[in-house]
Structure formats: C-alpha cells, structure tokens
C-alpha cells in the first residue's frame, strides 16, 4: 500500500511537467476564425478578451477569444516504479489537461495560419483597432472589461433595430438603461418616449451633483426638452398630469376597460358604442348617459373600479396621447410608478402605444423605452388590459420599425416577457443573470450571439455587460461609466441590518 501514494505523486509531477510544457497556439482554416489550445496553468485568456496571435516572424493577427473550455486527453503510455525492490513497476496512462478554445479574428486578412502563439492583446492594440473600426456614430458608454482602459462606444446608428435590455434586480441595469439614454439625448436627435413603471426616470432632467461640470452644461441643454407625464402635481413648465379621456381610447380599450365581449356581450357592447358615437364626452359626461340609459354599463363600471381611476381627465383639459402630436419634447417620460392602479398602469401603456400605431403613417422616429417589460407585454397576460398593451408592444415589435417606432424593452428575466417582442430584437445588452437557465433561454433566442459569451452573464460584477447586435461593431464586454442625470429611484436602504 505504500507504493501508491509515491506512484500517484510520481504521476501528478509528471503530467504538471508536460501540461506546464504545452504552448498556447492557435491556427485557422479560413482567416476568419480560429482555434487554440493552451496550459493550464497561469493562463491569462478568457472568453470576451482580445488575443494576439503571432507567427515566428512577428506578423500578428488580432482576435476575441469566444469560447474556452478544460478537456483531457491522453498523452502516453507510463511505467511508473516502486522504491521497493519487491514490488513491480505498473503501466497507466498519462491524462493531462488543456484549455482548448474557440474565437474569430476581427483584421480583414483571410490568410490561414497554424500554430501561431497566442498571448493576451495590448489594450493599446485593441484601442487602436476599435478606433479604425468602431462605431460610425458613437455614443459613448464606458470602458471594455476584457481590455482594461480602453474607452468603449456603441453605434447610435443600431437603434433603428429594437433592443433588448436584460439583467437580473441588483446588476446595475437602471443605471446603465440611463447611461445609454443619456448619451442617445446628447449625441443625437432621435425622439424617446420612457414608459417608467417604477419613476426611476423622472428626475433625468438633473444634473448628478459630482457629474462633470463641462458634461453638466451639455446635459442641461439636452435635458430642456425633457417632459415628464405624472399623476402628481408638475413642477416644470413641460411638465403635465398623466391624463387619459375616455373617447379618445380605442374600441378595443373600451371593452378590455369593462371587460365587454363583443360577442358575449353583445347588447352591453352595442349600447357603449351608441352612447359613445352619442355624446362623446369624457367619463363623467359619458358616466351621466349611463346612469341614465345604460344602468347595466354603469354597474360594470362601478363594479370594475373604472370610474374611479385617478388617470382620467373628466373636466380638465390635455392629454397624454395629445402630447404625441406636440413637438414642445424631446424625450417624454410617462411615470407610470405615480398611478395608484396596475390597471391604470396598463391601460395608460397599452393607449400609448396604440397611439403611436395609429400615428405610424407620420414616420418621426421615435425609440419607446418599455422598463420592466414583464409587466408591459408579459409572456402571458392576465388581464385583457394587459393583452391589449402586449398586442400593441408586438404588433410595433413586427412592423415598427418601416415606420420609425423603435423598441427598447427592459426588464429582469428573459422568459418573463412575450416571446414576439424578445425575438424581434436585433441588438443585446445583457447584464448578471443568476440563473442559469435564463442565460440558455438568452442563448436560444439572440442566436447571433455566441453562446459561450452569454454563459459569462452568471459571473458578471455590478455595471458589467455583453453588448451585441448593430449597435456594437463586435459582440463586447463593457464596464459602464458614471450617469450624468439623477437616478429617479434607490433601493432601500439596508442600514436595518
């Protein structure tokens, strides 16, 4: 028995001295990707990072590594002896183990090599490459993770394609959501419309107070266009109440508000669109003709809430969907987190969108920001105002964008939000997952994103990102930089513990 332990030691020196012997080559059949193989031992890449690949004569190559993996494989055939004169020698095989990945060069020489030696790229190199090729139209967002230093911009040209914003609560996506709109509202003149159910936005018109003075100024002149919609009293000139009129919705809102079946309730539907082709007023004006000749829709409505709902404008005049026709605004944002109701926050959803539908043939690119989607056009509504705002996020999600109306949907878990909206999206940025089966999901549906780099989203630290699709000229890892505008909304704070 004492043999063993001096056979496995025996074992393990010698195979750590062949895996410490192996070097990290890479080739390629095409020019265009490429393959290596590396010890594992003080082994420096990592999927997302840029390498250098280098032949005996100094030409080099520039690629992103894609994919790494452990394998083992046999090496040889081994004796291994006994000290004890007694006891025989006994065969085994040796196993070592490598690092064996995949990757695509991002130079335009189609050349093939073979066993080119691979180390991790300069920053420097990669900087110089991202400065040659990077975004036409850039807006800039931070810093790469996998290449320390080097300044990162993504292409504001990518979001005439909508957009998919994803990360688990606690990764930082908010705050990076806002790094992004803020940088769309300097750089460029594109429209944006916020949908912001948790009023995480509403402050976006001030200043951080340690933002950068010279950043500060520009912001503010970008910022006085900013108009934001909520239940509460305004405070700024652009400012008004988050108002809806009864009339002004679509029949489609008007039957999921009181829950009417055209078919199934047929009368009760037949009289709602008497009294509404009738007296087109709002719902108070329209409450006093039911009280009168449609008791049983007054007793829906009373019964449902309807009448209660703190969005309607009754007497007062202005609307939010009046403000789609304005051009006072650069950026609306529609603080649904001021609605007491989550009825009042998908009826509001749902009008906007309709409203911006029916305003397609007007052509006036606009990006619509949809945060915590989930809840906006969810995988399976519950509610028929929920479905009507899901029809409206999927029918712009398929044909939006010939006309101009753009989709950023947000939210914590892929699965959560209806797969025709999430399958329509062009451009990825994806921050921590905690599950792995969401980053599978993630896989499956944005299949022009390499896989293994999406399995990196589990391990991912506080503001750090896989940013991919047209608004990225490769598929990066990016390390967000500081907001210029005041976070609307914090968690609380965890001092209780």
Not at 133 to 156: Q, T
Not at 222 to 228: Q, T, Y
Not at 250 to 265: N, T, V
């Amino acid at each position: 028995m004492d043999a063993l332990p001096q056979r496995m030691s025996a074992y393990r020196a010698l195979r750590e001295q062949v895996e410490r012997a192996l070097l990290p080559l890479a080739s390629s059949l095409d020019g265009r990707r490429f393959s290596l193989q590396a010890s594992l031992h003080d082994l420096q890449l990592r999927p997302g990072g840029y390498v250098t690949l280098r032949d005996d004569a100094g030409h080099e190559r520039l690629g992103q590594l894609e994919s790494l993996e452990l394998v083992r494989e046999e090496a040889a055939n081994l004796a291994l002896p006994s000290a004890q004169d007694d006891v025989p020698s006994i065969s085994t095989r040796l196993i070592v183990r490598c690092a064996r990945g995949e990757g695509r060069l991002v130079d335009d020489d189609p050349t093939a090599f073979h066993d080119y030696l691979a180390s991790p790229a300069d920053p420097r190199r990669v900087a110089a490459w991202l400065a040659a090729r990077g975004a036409r139209a850039p807006l800039p967002i931070g810093e790469l993770a996998r290449a320390d230093g080097v300044p990162y911009a993504i292409d504001a040209r990518g979001f005439d394609r909508h957009t998919f914003f994803c990360g688990q609560s606690g990764s930082g996506k908010t705050y990076s959501l806002g790094v992004v709109l803020e940088q769309l509202l300097i750089n460029t003149e594109l429209r944006v419309i916020v949908l912001d159910p948790n009023s995480d936005f509403v402050r976006l018109r001030e200043a951080h107070p340690r933002a950068d003075p010279g950043v500060a100024q520009t912001w503010a002149s970008a910022a006085a266009r900013i108009a934001v919609h909520a239940a509460t009293v305004p405070t700024h000139p652009l400012d008004e109440p988050l108002r809806l009129r009864f009339p002004e919705l679509s029949p489609a809102a008007h039957a999921a508000l009181l829950r009417l079946d055209p078919i199934d309730d047929r009368e009760e539907y037949s009289d709602l669109a008497q009294l509404l082709r009738e007296r087109p007023g709002d719902v108070e004006a329209l409450g006093r003709a039911l009280a009168g000749e449609g008791r049983r829709l007054a007793t829906r409505a009373r019964n449902l809430g309807v009448d209660r709902f703190a969005v309607w404008a009754r007497e007062r005049p202005g609307s939010l969907l009046d403000a789609l026709d304005r051009d006072d605004w650069r950026c609306l944002v529609v603080d649904l987190g001021s609605l007491p109701e989550p009825a009042e926050q998908a009826l509001v959803s749902g009008a906007l969108l309709e409203g911006l539908w029916a305003r397609r043939q007007q052509r006036r690119p606009v990006l619509v920001v949809i945060d915590e989607a989930h809840n906006v056009c969810p995988a399976a509504p519950e509610n028929p105002l929920t479905a009507l705002a899901t029809d409206a996020a999927v029918r712009i999600a398929a044909e939006g964008r010939k006309f101009g109306i753009y989709l950023l949907v947000s939210t914590q878990r892929p699965q959560k939000v209806h797969p025709n909206v999430v399958s329509q999206c062009d451009n990825l940025v994806l921050m921590r997952l905690n599950s792995a089966a969401d980053a599978a999901h993630a896989a499956s549906v944005f299949s022009f994103v390499p896989p293994a780099l999406i399995e990196q989203a589990t391990g991912f630290g506080l503001g750090e990102s896989l940013v991919a699709g047209r608004i990225s000229p490769h598929p990066a890892f990016v390390r967000f930089g500081a907001r210029v505008a005041q976070e609307g909304g914090a968690d609380v704070p965890s001092d209780w513990a």
